[in-house]
């Protein structure tokens, strides 16, 4: 059985998904991208700044789903330019103290909304 989550304190969903999937004691979150989730607008014009809102969006989720970053253990990153590799990986590293998760990083030519990153990933509860 699945159980969807769904919070106010992280972005509404854009499209027919949810902002996560709870399945045997695992959460599936969905990408999140850097939107303001009172406002719905996109937070910062650099990748560094849209990395940190990227994350706090991902906590609130998890929060919801009852984890949190300590027990995730895959992500996917997606940047619209693989030379914002660095500010990304360092806004990411401090979002995970130890034992970081499995990870792939990949540049992709468009994100929704023209964003510069976007991250996805997968957790215990």
Do not use: W
């Not at 399945?23 to 989730?37: A, K």
């Not at 989720?61 to 619209?80: M, Q, R, T, Y």
């Amino acid at each position: 059985m699945k159980k969807r989550v769904s919070t106010t304190t992280a972005p509404a969903a854009i499209g027919p998904y949810s902002q996560a999937i709870i399945h045997n004691g695992l959460v599936y979150c969905s990408g999140q991208i850097p939107l303001d989730p009172e406002t719905m607008t996109i937070v910062g014009e650099d990748a560094t700044t849209q990395a940190i809102q990227v994350m706090k969006n991902l906590n609130e989720v998890l929060k919801e789903a009852g984890s949190d970053f300590s027990k995730v253990i895959k992500c996917s990153i997606f940047l619209d330019d693989m030379g914002d590799f660095g500010k990304v990986n360092e806004v990411y590293g401090s979002f995970f103290e130890a034992d970081p998760p499995a990870r792939e990083t990949v540049a992709v030519q468009t994100l929704p909304k023209e964003v510069l990153v976007e991250i996805s990933c997968i957790a215990y509860i």
